[in-house]
Structures are given as C-alpha cells and as structure tokens.
C-alpha cells in the first residue's frame, strides 16, 4: 500500500517538476478579441471616383479568382464562400463607410508663392494669396509642410543656391509666425536646378523664381 | 518592458524621427496603436511606424497620412496592420503592405503608386488587392458580428 502510494507520489512529482510546455504554447497565442479572424461572413471592396473625376483600379485576388474594378463604385464582395462582382451606389457606401470616409485626412496639396528678382521680397500678387494659403494650411492639424525655394537663371548657381534656401526660410517664417511648429516644416534650396519654366541661363523668368509649399 | 515603453514614449516627445512612416491626422473615440506588443492610446499628431497597428473601438476611427502622400482611415472596430512601408522621396520608388484584419478601411493611393503601379498591396482575410492610383474602401465582417 505504502509503496502504492509512494509510487503514485513519484509519478505526481515526475508530472510537476516537469516544465509546462503546453501554458507557453497558451501564451504565445494572440489574444481572442481580435487579430484572430475565423472565416469571414462578409467582405466588399469598392473603388470611389476620386474627387477629380478619375477612378483609377483595384484588382482583387481571392484564391483563383480575380475582380478588376476600374468604374466608379465597381465592387467585389465575397459571402460565405461565395463571392461576386457588383456594383454599389454612392449612398450605399456612405451608409458602410460614413465613419472611415469621414476619418480620411485632407489629401496633400501644393502652393506657389512667387518673389521679385533677386530677392525672398514676395510679388505684389503673392503677397495677397499668402493670407489665403495661410488660412488653408490652418485648417489642417498637425500638418507636415515641405517648403521648396528656387531661382530663375539669372545669376550664378551658388548665388542662386543661398537665394533659393532664404527665399523657403522667409516662408517658413510665415507659417512660424501663423503658429505652425517649426519642427514640422522643413526647407530646401533647389536653385535654378528646377526650373518651372525651361530656359536658357541669365533669363529672368518670374514663374522661376518661386516657393513650393507641400503640406500633407 | 518598462524601457521599451520609457523609449516609445520618448519616440513620441520627440515627434517626427527616423523609422516614423505617417503621422496620425485624425482620430475620434477609442483609437490605439499597437507597437512591438505594447498599446498606446492614439492621439492626433502622434507618428505611426512601420509595423504598427491602428486598433479603434466600437466608437473610434482614424485617419493616417504617409510620407508619400497616401492616405488611410479606418472606421469603428478595426484592426490595420502596417507590415512594411518603405519610401524613397528622391526617386519615390517604395512598397506599401497594409492589412486590414476586420473592420473597415478608406484609402487613398499616394506618390509610390504613380511612380510604379505594385507598389501598394491591401490584404483582407479572404483576399489581396493590387491598387493602382485610386481611392477605394474596404469591409470585413466577423461572423456573428
């Protein structure tokens, strides 16, 4: 009997001491609440008309199959195995994706100042779209903005390097002075390395001598 | 543990630093990011890296812009991985993989996807999508959800 039990002590031991593999494998599983998704119900792809007008394609494999969808609202939707090639309309993907859409950051844009000759002094006209720039890029949060300076040709290049880069300093200004981060604005000096207008060198060409503001 | 959150807190102090791939531009009701394990609540200026994922609640949705100009919201429950983003803004060569887990999604191609067609690839549970230059949207739905 003693040695029954003993012996069913030994094997208890044995089964304890040993490490647990099986908990590990537990805890390297993903959490059940998501990341985890067993064979889908439902899912539709749907390719928008971008504001613009043009609708560009998404071609959808699944498995063998293949959608290609190139017209507004062109859909592939698959559902319980079965999947088909539809078409949606626009109050029914407002009524699916109402909250994504709305979510959607403002897509980049891209702003032009222009300056006189061999200045960072911006032109009469300029100096009026500056206030309605400014305003725009206040509407956005958080905005990444790239500020690009350049020159026309007149002049030589390092003369037109260091004038390109205080032309996108004084514009960073600007937008310091608005209340924009000045770490979420970075400057460039191009020179007369890209030219808006192609000419030959020493022409003063006014749609050179420009700033591109990029903010995303 | 306590490090690696000390060093993803400071990542976001400082604000935009190498490995940063997009910057969250909106975000409303419960939005998380989840980063090397750990889950920050996600707020509207925080930077969103390559491998993270953008987790929002039955109320949430967010926005993220890229550094290519691409942009993707993801509406209420819904889990987006960004398994790789690469960008080069000289030559605007880059690869954008994005997997949508559940949940829906708004996209809108950026400057990768001018420059080559591949570039950018969408994957659901059921499928993957190849995106040249658009705007499109995507829904998976659990069952019995």
Not at chain 1, 34 to 60: A, F, K, R, Y
Not at chain 2, 36 to 47: D, E, F, K, N, Y
Not at chain 2, 70 to 86: D, F, K, M, R
Not at chain 2, 101 to 127: E, F, Q, Y
């Amino acid at each position: 009997m003693f040695a029954l039990v003993f012996g069913a002590l030994v094997v208890l031991g044995a089964i304890y001491a040993q490490p647990a593999p099986l908990e590990e494998t537990v805890l390297v599983l993903p959490s059940p609440d998501e990341h985890v998704v067993q064979p889908p119900l439902e899912e539709t792809v749907v390719v928008l008309p971008s504001p613009d007008g043009h609708t560009g394609t998404v071609v959808v494999q699944r498995g063998g199959e293949r959608h290609v969808l190139n017209r507004p609202f062109a859909a592939s939707r698959t559902s319980g195995g079965q999947s088909e090639m539809t078409q949606l309309s626009d109050a029914e993907v407002r009524q699916s994706f109402g909250a994504a859409l709305k979510a959607l950051p403002a897509p980049p844009s891209t702003f032009l100042l222009y300056f006189v000759t061999a200045t960072d002094e911006l032109t009469d006209a300029s100096k009026d779209e500056l206030k309605q720039i400014l305003a725009a890029l206040k509407e956005r949060p958080v905005p990444d903005i790239m500020v690009i300076g350049h020159t026309d040709t007149v002049g030589e290049l390092e003369t037109n390097d260091l004038l390109s880069a205080q032309r996108a300093e004084r514009v960073k200004g600007f937008l310091v002075e608005i209340g924009i981060p000045a770490a979420q604005i970075q400057t460039a000096g191009r020179g007369e390395r890209e030219l808006l207008v192609p000419t030959a060198d020493n022409i003063d060409e006014p749609r050179n001598r420009r700033v591109e503001i990029n903010v995303r | 543990m306590r490090w690696t959150l000390l060093v993803c807190l400071f990542c976001f102090a400082a604000g935009a630093v190498a490995g940063d791939v997009g910057r969250i531009k909106a975000a409303t009701g419960s939005v998380f990011l989840e980063r090397q394990g750990g889950r920050l609540p996600a707020t509207v200026g925080m930077p969103v890296q390559e491998s993270d994922s953008l987790v929002t609640g039955a109320d949430g949705s967010a926005g993220v812009t890229f550094s290519d100009s691409s942009v993707l919201s993801v509406g209420p429950s819904s889990v987006l991985a960004i398994e790789h983003y690469a960008f080069d803004s000289t030559t605007h060569n880059g690869h954008f993989d994005a997997s949508l887990k559940k949940g829906t999604l708004a996209v809108i191609s950026g400057k990768m996807v001018k420059h080559s067609p591949d570039a950018m690839r969408v994957r659901t549970p059921s499928a993957i999508m190849g995106v040249r230059g658009t705007e499109f949207v995507v829904k998976v739905t659990e069952p019995g959800s």
